[in-house]
């Protein structure tokens, strides 16, 4: 179990790293522009394409709430020994983008796709979710399939 949790936190540490550093650029001025993709900053006050932003400040701490039980209900049921690093993508990802909530009053986003269609403006640990749980629903596939 030492190596489990060593890895979750380990994951999850460089995960917030390297979402804030790269969101510390934008927020310092970064900028650039193509025919595609623009790379700018913006504040999601909401969750995904900015649903729920009417919760104001109170969707921060629901947010806690849920990442706290989340990390519960991973212990609790021991898949964080079967799911180590991807939880500790999605855990690392999910507490970055609550911390920019506390310090910048939303999450920080600035890749914006304009080519074709519009799409939502997302950042690194956005993707990052996506990879961790697309990895956590592949995993269980497959271990499913062995059994």
């Known amino acids: 179990m030492f190596k489990a949790v060593a890895i979750f936190l380990l994951v999850a540490t460089g995960t917030w790293i ?3 550093n ?3 650029l934008f927020v310092h001025g970064y900028y650039w522009d193509s025919k595609c993709i623009s790379l700018e900053l913006h504040y999601n006050k909401g969750v995904a394409f900015s649903m729920l932003a009417f919760l104001g400040p109170y969707l921060k701490w ?3 709430v849920l990442i706290a039980g989340i990390i519960g209900y991973v212990w609790y049921e021991g898949y964080l020994k079967k799911y180590a690093f991807p939880l500790g993508l999605l855990i690392g990802a999910a507490v970055s983008n609550l911390y920019d909530r506390f310090v910048h009053g939303g999450v920080v986003d600035y890749v914006a796709w304009h080519c074709w269609f519009d799409f ?12 961790a749980i697309g990895w956590i629903l592949l995993q269980s596939f497959f271990d499913k399939e062995k059994t």
Not at 120 to 131: K, Q, R, T, W
């Open 22 to 24: 790269i969101k510390t």
């Open 62 to 64: 629901i947010q806690v």
């Open 120 to 131: 939502a403006v997302f950042n690194y640990a956005d993707v990052m979710i996506d990879i």
């Open 18 to 20: 390297v979402d804030q």
